[in-house]
């Protein structure tokens, strides 16, 4: 498989992350800078590292879970394997601009 | 959610017996009817939803999950039974109901059992997490005023139903109301609600967490103004000591623990990084503002040696102004949040998800807790002036603003204000108003 064959399933799956929300700050969760990698295998295996906002997030099984799923139903895949880490811990930083003007933080006030 | 619920029924049942004129100002401080309003509202209101807000953020805070996810319900049938048992027992000693059975130290046995519960499931889940970060640190001081809250309340129980004579238990209950006051408001109310919320607020408004020098001083006084009141304060009834210089001793720390505490939130409201706060944000920062202002009360009243003469209306707005405010507010964020867990939690990933600020319509809650902070202020100033009337009129005012916020923490578990559109995706469903169960973490 070429480099462009595989970049298709895994930008799938970012766009099928990108359907969970965080529900406290009402963005998804790769925007949010919550999905730290994502990786596809040859056979169908997916995974994906991520985060939550807050250590001991009380909806992170949720989330968990729903990022599971939302990848679990694209087409070639057969299992999917969710690791939450808070190595690093998440900041603001690691939103997008976009996100970052939805929840109106001011650019300078990340820096 | 069960504690939730029943605790904002103790506090409309509270309101409704100001607005009627039960208890203080209109009856003596130490009168049946007082003890049965002021227990209603520090137990079944303050208490249970500390209790309930406990057991969902000490595991926040400590990012572990609860000792034992069983205890809280046989602990509410207990804390429920007891208060019941409690007020009735207050109802004797008014000679409104006959005193068929020993119902105060019945209330003393399932009180302390409730608490006892409380105090193991916390206090396990707590230990097991050792070492705690400053905010469960506070947690901790706060269940070791819960201790002795109760302790001495039980104390007091025997005394009055005459089931003890013991001269230590006399002392202790001629002389002890201001150290049970003190625990209670201060060392397990206040101390505690000033752990959850560093950690609540740093959360919703995106601030840093706080780890400097003023937040461990705010601990440390804090927890030794609960200690020199419990312990010097026992000690100097039971001495037959006066014990006015301890609690000089013990307010100077308090004092020094409200300022820094106040110094903290303004800094965390200064580096938050959401600059649109939610209302639940700006309600606890008039919360805050309250217990400034009480403390600012409790130094100009004591200098002008006018403390003891309006205690009522200082413990007033400790009681309402900073406590049941930033409850109330606080449920405004909690209530929506667990409701989002349950409902839109098991199909995230599956299907579009409204956000959990998509269940509150603030637009409308926003007039119902100004309406609530201006009659709490009001009541307090009503007390200064010993206005049994503008008190109940205050009262009046509190309670609308009380039922309208209730009114809309329902319209927040029925997803009442979700547009039709999102409301429920396919494999969600409205979950019951009263029960919750949501995944450990």
């Not at chain 2, 209790?51 to 429920?80: E, Y």
């Not at chain 2, 405010?325 to 409701?339: E, M, N, S, W």
Request: hydrophobic letters at 55%; a positive charge.
């Amino acid at each position: 498989m070429n480099s462009g064959e595989r970049e298709c399933p895994l930008e799938r799956a970012r766009q099928a992350l990108r359907t969970v929300i965080d529900p406290e700050l009402g963005y998804n969760i790769v925007d949010l800078g919550l999905i730290y990698d994502v990786g596809i295998d040859d056979a169908g295996m997916a995974y994906v590292l991520m985060t939550t906002t807050t250590r001991g997030c009380p909806a992170t099984s949720y989330l968990q879970e729903g990022a599971r799923e939302s990848i679990a139903q694209l087409p070639g895949i057969a299992d999917v394997d969710v690791v939450v880490t808070h190595d690093p811990e998440w900041s603001p930083q690691m939103m997008t601009p976009e996100a970052r003007r939805y929840l109106g933080i001011e650019e300078e006030s990340i820096r | 959610m069960s504690y939730f619920a029943a605790a904002l029924v103790a506090l409309l049942a509270a309101e409704s017996l100001m607005v009627a004129g039960w208890g203080f100002p209109s009856a003596p401080i130490r009168a049946p009817a007082t003890l049965l309003l002021v227990h209603l509202v520090v137990l079944g209101w303050l208490s249970l939803l500390l209790c309930g807000a406990l057991f969902q953020f000490v595991p926040v805070l400590i990012a572990r999950p609860l000792h034992s996810a069983t205890l809280p319900l046989p602990a509410l049938i207990l804390l429920l039974g007891g208060l019941a048992a409690l007020l009735t027992g207050f109802l004797g000693l008014n000679g409104a109901v006959a005193m068929a059975l020993p119902l105060l130290p019945m209330a003393g046995t399932m009180l302390a059992s409730g608490f006892s519960l409380v105090l193991w499931n916390l206090g396990r889940t707590l230990w097991a997490a050792r070492p705690l970060g400053w905010p469960a640190k506070f947690v901790a001081v706060g269940l070791l005023g819960l201790a002795a809250t109760v302790a001495i309340g039980i104390i007091f129980a025997l005394v009055l139903a005459g089931t003890t004579t013991a001269p230590a238990a006399l002392r202790i209950y001629a002389c002890g109301l201001p150290i049970h006051i003190v625990a209670g408001l201060g060392g397990w109310l206040t101390l505690t609600a000033m752990g959850v919320s560093y950690r609540l607020l740093a959360m919703f408004m995106l601030a840093p967490e706080l780890d400097r020098p003023g937040t461990r001083v705010v601990l440390q006084s804090g927890a030794w103004a609960l200690g020199v009141a419990v312990l010097g304060g026992t000690t100097a009834v039971l001495a037959n000591h006066g014990t006015a210089p301890v609690f000089v001793v013990a307010g100077v720390l308090g004092l020094v623990t409200v300022i820094l505490y106040a110094r903290d939130i303004a800094h965390l409201y200064r580096a938050r990084k959401r600059r649109v706060i939610e209302l639940n944000s700006r309600m606890a920062a008039a919360a805050v503002g309250s217990l400034l202002l009480a403390a600012l009360l409790i130094v100009v009243l004591g200098s002008m040696g006018a403390l003891a003469r309006h205690a009522g209306a200082v413990v007033f707005l400790v009681a309402f102004g900073w406590l049941s405010g930033l409850g109330l507010a606080k449920l405004y964020k909690i209530v929506p949040f667990l409701t989002w867990l349950e409902c839109y939690g098991p199909v995230l990933g599956k299907a579009p998800t409204p956000r959990v600020q998509d269940l509150v319509a603030e637009q409308h809650a926003r007039k119902w807790f100004g309406l609530y902070f201006i009659a709490a202020w009001a009541a307090t100033a009503a007390l200064f002036l010993d206005s049994a009337w503008a008190f109940r009129v205050a009262a009046a005012m509190l309670l609308v603003g009380t039922a309208g916020i209730v009114l809309q923490l329902v319209r927040a578990r029925r997803l009442d204000d979700v547009p039709a559109s999102v409301r429920f995706p396919a494999g969600s469903m409205r979950p019951p108003l009263i029960l919750s169960s949501t995944r450990p973490h």
